[in-house]
Structure formats: structure tokens, C-alpha cells
């Protein structure tokens, strides 16, 4: 469903536009947005995240909507019929699927009687990737086009009852101007791997003191001797089938790590994307000799231009290191031998970091409307910071990397 919006305070930038043909419009659904019309908005060097097929996956599989605590709230602009920009957002009750654990803010709220949901969020659902922003048509301002989404997006919220505004893992140079904008800057961590330009794996490991690379060959080793293949699949030739495998895997994977609450996508979600998105996509698949034997173990990466992503894994027994090989070695080489020059492997542990990630700081933007609650988030989030950046300094102070973090 889609409505237009009318306001009696106006966003500046509308005011100051002669242009008369332009609205606004809040969409309940990503599906009542042309494709086309979305994607031309996607720059070349977005995260594939943002493009529409994406966003459609997950909302036309039932993975995120009302049903599941997302409620939609597409923000678009249009002159006549032509999008001009659009601010993916989503009104909240709980902070399940973020990758923001922002539960400590919620319990002070709750400790001083105040309410923190619902909140409305600018966020890649269920994807912790960086790179989130408010998309623009070419020609536009981008600065006065994110003043005036946040401008409408306050306005709603004060006529809704909704008790904050964040925007989660958005584009650094994007999010520069929130600060300005009345937004509170809270620091973070994820992992990354770079290729300066390696010639292939073993030149990779010569970067590594001698303990650690002799214990990734170990790691390597383990997993060719239980008689293990592994090799890049892209999605494109793999076939449904690797899709439904990989949603298997998936559950079978949080029913080991996170029974609770980590089953943020269903079936419905792979399927989808093995219709819409499977050019983004190849699996690293583990499997034995058998050609007739299903795989052994998946991981599910993504690719645009020179990045890859890895968002989920799975195996279906449970083999010494092998998830260092699916999830972290094979896609290394491969990216070395195709000139891949970034891989954010996805959240999770630390042991990351001995495998040749970085540690690397990212930020979210939080704007909450409570004034008592606003002065204690203020209050508070230097020192947070600077806890999280000591964080950061002790994951990289034990790499085995013989070179500086980036």
C-alpha cells in the first residue's frame, strides 16, 4: 500500500523547490516500488544490498514485515512520475535482527519509566553489511534530500508515537552530515579482509608470522585429508537446489550457535533470491568426491565489482576446521586469483582476526525524541566509544598479520 503524505509543516527542501509537481509518499511494501525505478538509484558503488531484488526477497518472503515486528515505511519523492529518491525505513518493536545491540539503551529506558519502542529504523534488514543510505537521483542534492527525509521521517514519528529515529551501518561518507542533522554518533566494530594485491594464496600466508601460517596450512590440510573438495559454484549454474540446501544449513547453523533468536529469513527468502538475485551470488561448496552425494557444507557470499559478502554457512556434519575453509580460505583464494579487493566475511567471532581480518570501526546514527532519554544517550556515548575503540585495538594487537591495520 501506498499513500501520498501532506503535512502542515512542509520539508524545507519542498518549500524552497518552484517546482510544483513534486510529493511524497510512504510505501507499506518495498513491492509497490518499481524495480526499475529503484535500481536506477543504486550508484555502482552501493553494496548490492540496496538494490531492490534484495529488499523484495526479504519482504516478499515474509521474513520482515509486520508479522515479524518490521513494519515498512518506504519514504519516496517523485516528480510526477519519476522517483526521485527514497529512504528505506521500518518502524520497530524489538531490535531483533539488527546487528546493533542497542538492549542496554531499552533496559535504562525501561529503569526510568520511559518508552524506547517502537523506533524507526534505516536499515538493510537482517544484513549487517555497510553501506546503508537514503538513495538519489543524479542531479539532486543528496545532503538537502537526507535533511528532508529525516525532516519528514521526525514528523511522523511525533504524529505516531514512535520513540526514536536510527540508522544503522550507513555509508561513511553519506552519514558524515547526520551529526549535523541531530543525530548521535555510536561506534562499533566488524571484520574486513584486503588485498593489497597478492599473486596468489601462499603469497598471502608469507604475511603471517611463522606460527600462524603454519597453522592455516594445518587448518587446510585437515580438512583435504577427511577427503574434502571444495570449489566455487556460482549461483547462476547452481540451481535451486543449492538454495534450498542453503536454507537447511542456515537453520541447522542457529540451531547450533543461536536457537533463540537468529532466524531472521525463511525459505521463502533463498528461493526468491535464486530467482531475482542469483547473479549477485556463487556458494563455496564442501563436498566428497561423490558426484552424486549432496554437498557437505555451503557458504553464501555475494559479489558486486571488487567486494565480496559472506552472509551465511552451513554444514551438515560437523569436521575439524572446515569452517575455516568454506567461510574464510577458499573464498581467499578465490578472491586473490579474480582481484577481489575487499571480503567482509559477515558478523560473528574474533577468531576472525587469526585468520587475517581486521578489526574495523563502523557507526550508526541514533536520534531519540524523549528528551530525558536523549540526554542520557548523549551522556553516555563517549564513553562507550572509547570502549569500543579499545575493542578494536586489542582484536588487531593479536593478529598474526605482519602488517599494520588499515
Known amino acids: 500500500m501506498k499513500r501520498e503524505l501532506r503535512f502542515s509543516s512542509v520539508p524545507q527542501y519542498i518549500k524552497t523547490c518552484m517546482n510544483s509537481t513534486l510529493r511524497m509518499e510512504l510505501h507499506t511494501s518495498v513491492l509497490d516500488i518499481q524495480p526499475e525505478a529503484w535500481n536506477l538509484l ?19 518472503s515474509g521474513s520482515i514485515g509486520p508479522e515479524t515486528g518490521w513494519q515498512p515505511c518506504h519514504l519516496t519523492l517523485w516528480d510526477k512520475e519519476r522517483l526521485l529518491a527514497i529512504a528505506p525505513f521500518y518502524i520497530k518493536s524489538h531490535s531483533g535482527g539488527e546487528f546493533v545491540y ?40 543528496p545532503i538537502a534530500m537526507q535533511r528532508t527525509f529525516l525532516e519528514l521521517a521526525e514528523s511522523i514519528c511525533n504524529t505516531y508515537r514512535i520513540h526514536g529515529i536510527h540508522i544503522l551501518f550507513p555509508e561513511p561518507d553519506w ?28 603469497d598471502y600466508l ?10 592455516i596450512k594445518k587448518e587446510r590440510m585437515e580438512v583435504q585429508r577427511a577427503g574434502i573438495r571444495t570449489r566455487i559454484v556460482p549461483a547462476s549454474e547452481a ?51 561423490d558426484p552424486h ?7 553464501f557470499l555475494v559479489q558486486k565489482g571488487d567486494r565480496i559478502w559472506g552472509r551465511y554457512w552451513g554444514a551438515y556434519e560437523d569436521i575439524k576446521d572446515l569452517h575455516f575453509e568454506v567461510c574464510y580460505y ?52 563517549d564513553m562507550v566509544n572509547q570502549f569500543e575503540d579499545k575493542t578494536i585495538e586489542e582484536l588487531n594487537s593479536a593478529s598474526p598479520l605482519k602488517v599494520t591495520p588499515p
Open 42 to 60: 543504486v550508484k555502482p558503488e552501493d553494496p548490492p544490498f540496496l538494490e531492490w531484488e534484495w529488499f523484495a526477497a526479504l519482504e516478499g
Open 206 to 215: 608469507q604475511r603471517f608470522n611463522k606460527n600462524q601460517r603454519k597453522n
Open 239 to 289: 540451481g535451486e537446489a543449492y538454495f534450498r540446501h542453503m536454507f537447511q544449513l542456515y537453520n541447522r547453523t542457529n540451531d547450533k550457535f543461536a536457537p533463540h533468536d537468529a532466524r531472521y529469513v525463511n525459505k521463502d527468502f533463498f528461493l526468491k533470491l535464486s530467482e531475482s538475485f542469483a547473479h549477485r551470488i556463487f556458494f563455496v561448496e564442501a563436498a566428497y568426491p
Open 175 to 202: 552519514a558524515q552530515t547526520l551529526t549535523e542533522a541531530g543525530l548521535s554518533k555510536w561506534k562499533h566494530n566488524h571484520y574486513q579482509w584486503e588485498n593489497p594485491g597478492y599473486r596468489d594464496f601462499s
Open 102 to 141: 542497542d538492549y542496554f539503551w531499552a533496559e535504562a529506558a525501561e529503569m526510568l519509566n520511559r518508552s524506547y519502542y517502537p523506533k524507526m529504523v534505516g536499515i538493510i534488514p537482517a544484513t549487517p553489511v555497510v553501506g546503508y543510505r537514503f538513495l538519489v537521483a543524479e542531479g539532486y542534492d
Open 330 to 381: 577458499a573464498p581467499i583464494q578465490w578472491a586473490i586469483e579474480n582481484h577481489i579487493r575487499f571480503f567482509d566475511p559477515g558478523a560473528g567471532s574474533p577468531h576472525k582476526v587469526r585468520r587475517g581480518f581486521w578489526a574495523v570501526p563502523h557507526f550508526s546514527f541514533h536520534r531519540l525524541l524523549d528528551p530525558l532519554l536523549d540526554q542520557v544517550f548523549r551522556a553516555n556515548i
Open 293 to 299: 552425494q549432496d554437498p557437505l557444507a555451503l557458504a
